[in-house]
């Protein structure tokens, strides 16, 4: 059996795949996944954000993580949630993300 903590990073790992179609970088190194947890049923409980409230690709965003997320072996189901408490800020993406997108030079 799968521990959590694996099934956490596999998740987060999928979800690198979601790519934010107006920045062009996944929504994990965004900094847009606030949290990841696996219940022992199955059930994936993401909280995530965008970068602004109103944000057109928002429908496109939580679709994408909910699907990549089911796409897991281990994970029955997604249950996405979206928060803007913390309101997202720039200091929240990877060094990646920042490096690609020329924040902080």
């Known amino acids: ?3 959590a903590g694996e099934l956490v990073e ?3 790992t999928a979800l690198r795949e979601v790519i934010d179609p107006e920045i062009g970088f996944n929504i994990v190194d965004l900094g847009l996944v606030y949290d990841i947890a696996v219940a022992e049923d199955g059930v994936a409980r993401i909280s995530m954000t965008t970068t602004t ?3 057109p690709a928002t429908g496109y965003l939580r679709g994408g993580a909910g699907e990549a997320a ?3 072996v281990g994970v029955q189901w997604a249950d996405v949630q979206l928060t803007y408490d ?3 800020a720039p200091d929240m993406m990877s060094q990646a993300a920042k490096d690609y997108l020329g924040v902080g030079r």
């Open 53 to 55: 409230r109103g944000c």
């Open 86 to 88: 913390p309101p997202w």
């Open 10 to 12: 596999r998740v987060r």
């Open 1 to 3: 059996m799968t521990g």
């Open 70 to 72: 089911q796409s897991v």
